[in-house]
């Protein structure tokens, strides 16, 4: 129960109309919450803040306080020893609320279980009735209140803090998806031109005509068929589709010639790789894919070129396009030679797996070619 032995001062004091014009001064008027079940008590604490220019909501009780406290409040005022919710417990649900404001404690009971009790809790204040010390009340009730404002303006600061990295992350995420768009944009524009150039040079002869798009085709079926994760699939299908582009910088209007090349037509064109190494290399975004163009010539047994690599030292993206590129070479008509069937090419595809081509590649690829014609005469059957 609260205290009712109280002897609070005269309102007549000089010193205390002191302390009241100082109150007068203060630049706010804090919002104090009291609960203590003494009226007396209660009424003289909240004449006295009332007098120091604060608005003042009392209440009897815990659970009254609680059900007015608001976060508007800049302070609040309990009693300990209240029936009901004493002013502990009220305490507790007043932080479980997170408002950030200061407690302070006011009882007639001032011993140092209770007051160890309220620093516990995170009371700011513990102050013993009856006040007798005016200008020390009025001084830490100013204190709480300028805490008050010092977390309000902390967490206002930090709020704003928030928001603003919010929308500078928000900001940013949105300039990075228009970089990536245009970046992909850019991309494919690059690869679209180069595509053209080189479905261009195809077009000029009619024994390659449509070369690049069945050996991307080809590759993708086969990797996909392996397994190869999606990047990897991409990868490849772009080397696919500029693995020939450097033969746009050499003169090769030789090879629509009737017979065989010449030596020194062959060492011509097998220099295409590396020219078209060259001619992706400054663009980053196809770092990936100078490999394969470089390479696509090699074989597994390391007797191609340009470098003699062979076995593990080709990734297994240029296995596939060798074997790709191969059989849409054999299968495609030369002018000095006819092409060969799907059934002859599949034989010479198994001849050279092991030597010219990686075995496990020639598998997947002589199946998935089986499964088609298979699968083509099954439907001209039921047709
Ligand atoms: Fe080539």
């Not at 205390?16 to 919450?33: C, G, H, N, P, Y």
């Not at 078209?276 to 980053?284: A, C, H, Q, R």
């Not at 007797?303 to 993206?317: Q, W």
């Amino acid at each position: 129960m609260g205290s009712c032995a109280c002897r609070w001062p005269s309102l007549a004091g000089g010193s205390f109309w002191e302390i009241v014009d100082t109150a007068m001064q203060a630049k706010s008027r804090a919002k104090i919450l009291i609960a203590d079940d003494d009226p007396m008590v209660r009424g003289a604490v909240a004449k006295m803040l009332a007098v120091f220019g604060h608005e003042v909501i009392a209440t009897a009780s815990g659970e009254e306080a609680l059900g007015k406290l608001t976060p508007d409040f800049d302070l609040v005022i309990l009693d300990i020893n209240m029936p009901g919710l004493d002013g502990f417990e009220t305490m507790q649900r007043i932080n479980r609320q997170d408002y950030g404001i200061p407690v302070i404690f006011l009882t007639g009971a001032g011993s140092m279980e209770y007051a160890v009790k309220a620093v516990n809790l995170g009371a700011y204040d513990f102050i013993t009735k009856p006040i007798s010390d005016i200008e020390q009340f009025h001084i830490t009730i100013n204190r709480a209140v300028e805490k008050r404002m010092y977390v309000l303006q902390e967490r206002t600061y930090k709020e704003d803090l928030e928001r603003q990295v919010r929308e500078q992350t928000s900001e940013l995420a949105e300039k990075n998806r228009l970089l990536q768009e245009y970046s992909h944009n850019l991309e494919v524009t690059t690869l679209d031109t180069m595509l053209t150039l080189q479905t261009a040079l195809e077009e000029k002869d009619i024994y390659t005509a449509g070369h690049t798009a069945r050996v991307s085709h080809y590759a993708v079926d086969i990797a996909q068929a392996m397994g190869l994760p999606p990047f990897e699939v991409e990868v490849l299908e772009r080397a696919c589709q500029v693995h020939d582009i450097g033969k746009l910088v050499i003169d090769i209007s030789y090879i629509s010639k009737p017979g065989p090349l010449s030596d020194e037509e062959w060492a011509m064109m097998r220099k295409h790789p590396i020219i078209g190494e060259n001619i992706i290399k400054p663009l980053s975004f196809m770092s990936r894919e100078l490999f394969i163009v470089r390479h696509h010539h090699e074989r597994f047994d390391g007797k191609g070129y340009p470098d003699g690599l062979g076995g593990d030292e080709l990734d297994i993206a240029t296995r596939i396009i060798t074997v790709a590129d191969s059989y849409d070479a054999m299968t495609s008509k030369r002018s000095y030679r006819e092409s060969m069937s799907v059934e002859q090419a599949l034989v010479e595809m198994n001849r050279c797996a092991g030597s010219q081509f990686d075995p496990e590649v020639v598998k997947v690829f002589s199946e998935m070619i089986k499964g088609r014609i298979s699968g083509g005469r099954q439907q001209e059957a039921s047709a």
